[in-house]
């Protein structure tokens, strides 16, 4: 593993003025990471699993290294190959861990899906990555009933009893002398194809290699997250987002880090989930805004959350209100990461930033991220602009490969030295990034240029709010006009009255042209199902 580069816990100009990418021929994430841990720390904690039964498991380095081996040795035995590629869809079970490190160790190409996907989702994505293997759980077994026909699926792999043409997949501990020897991988062989979260449209297939991912995370677990060996870190996040791979999977194990992991299969329970993080004494947390939100609706005092060091957020914005609550209630700033599934985390309020309400923080060690207009040039601090990384003369290494056929989306997010991310922002004087929206979403009202966020988040100021979301309305007078969906808090009632409230607050709160002049009560938001809010879908309801 590269260690070129100062603790998360130095300072963070220092760290960024010395951070160089290692750029190692070879890279394995099992082999030089994982094995690592089992050599200096066998029987040190790297993953502690418990479910909502009370079922508890710690598994150790030592045994993680094993039974990944077994897993290596498992899947090769059934006839996969190096570069082949495996769609894995699986709750927060064990399993999960030890296939994806065995996939890692044989260089077999991952593909994590949610459990919440349907039988049509699951046959586009087979079809759209020409899949060689499906490796499931039992519990997801129905699923995969009318999809057995996929052309090019030799292998189907259950870690329950099925009949044929599924193999059950047992985990068990394999001694390194019995492991088949796996060449080492080369730094940009294939590691794993994640399906992106669809907030916009239908989900595009991120490649990663074994360095972009594998060894592009330290910089989530190190700087960002501040993880030491003797953290119990959790993130929330199911294992098909990229999400897990960065707090749940590589972030963590980076750092030789516990991966703290709770299994449960229903709808996000706030008040069972505190008392996990209290039970489980985890140190470091991350949670996405959707959960943040609900979580702050909470009794915080009742729960021990003394274990906590750090709190951070990805994903989507988080609401300034938000992080203010957390804060009186546990002492702790909620700090922003900013990144996709196609890059490790780019811009992120490390540790020894003086903390700033509602901007995401700075760019990473490693990354040159800049705020360009059309032409590919930087914009001057305080204009908006497309968040961009710098690709030439150098790609750092956390980024994506590129989209897998699909020439467009290659295409689009290409411009000049840059990779275009999609999302816009505006740099302060400091250097601090501040998040205005998704290209797409953001609102172009008489004149002004309106990020949705920002009337969301002035929304959930008000006592009736619970959640919204905003879109721009197309109008002949003012090009688009601001549209509130809100959602109520218990005791609140839907009426004029309160529309008008509402929009008399927003007015109050900010600059009085971002208030919505449409407000529509709703009992649920459209979201995808890793819990973003889709304003595409709100927006497609729409007509002049
Ligand atoms: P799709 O690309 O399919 O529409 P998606 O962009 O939501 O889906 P992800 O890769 O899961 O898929 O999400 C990355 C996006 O999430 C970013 O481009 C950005 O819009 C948003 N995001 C992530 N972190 C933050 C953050 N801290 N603040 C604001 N937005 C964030
Ligand atoms: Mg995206």
Partial sequence: MPESSPRASADYETARRDFRWERPGHFNFATDVIDRHAAERPQAPALQWSDESGRSLCFTFQELKERSLHAARFLTGLGLKRGDRAFILMPRVPEWWFLVLGCIRAGIVFMPGTPMLTAKDI????????????LTDSSCLDRFEGVMDVAGVTTWVSTGDAPAP????????????????????????????????????????????????????????RYWLDLRPEDRHLTLSDTGWAKCAWGKLFGPWSEGACNVVYDFRGRFDPVAFLKVLERE??????????????????????????????TVSAGEPLNPEVIETWKEATGL???????????????????????????????????TVGVINEQGEEVADGQEGDIAVRVKPERPVGL?????????????????????????????????L??????????????????????????????????????GVPDDKIGQRIKAYVLLTPGHTASPALAQELQDFVKKTTAPYKYPREIEFVSELPKTVSGKIRRAELRATQKK
């Avoid at 294939?190 to 330290?218: C, D, E, N, R, W």
């Avoid at 599934?341 to 509602?358: K, Q």
Wanted: hydrophobic content about 40%.
């Fill in 166 to 221: 599924w193999t059950r997949y047992t985990s068990e501990a394999l001694a390194e002398g019995q492991a088949v020897a796996f060449p080492p991988t080369r730094a940009e062989d294939p590691l794993l194809i994640y399906f992106t979260s669809g907030t916009t449209g239908m989900p595009k297939m991120v490649q990663h290699t074994q360095a972009s991912y594998g060894q592009g995370h330290l910089i989530t677990g």
């Fill in 434 to 471: 501040w998040f205005v929206g998704r290209s797409d979403d953001v609102i172009k009202t008489s004149g002004y240029r309106v990020g949705p966020f920002e009337v969301e988040s002035a929304l959930l100021e008000h006592p009736a709010v619970a959640e919204s979301a905003v879109i």
């Fill in 400 to 432: 994506f490969h590129g989209y897998l056929n699909d020439d467009a989306a290659n295409a689009a997010s290409s411009r000049g030295d840059w990779y275009v991310t999609g999302d816009r922002a505006v740099r302060d004087a400091d250097g601090y």
């Fill in 333 to 367: 700033f909620i700090r922003e990461g900013y990144g996709q599934t196609e890059t490790v985390v780019i811009v992120g309020m490390f540790p020894s930033l003086e903390p700033r309400m509602g901007s995401m923080g700075k760019p990473s060690p490693g990354f």
């Fill in 281 to 310: 004494r985890v140190t470091t947390f991350c949670a996405p805004p959707t959960a943040w939100r609900a979580l702050v609706l909470q009794d915080l005092k009742a729960v021990d959350l003394s274990s906590l060091r750090h």
């Fill in 123 to 134: 046959r586009y994505r087979l079809e759209a990555a020409s899949a060689k293997a499906v």
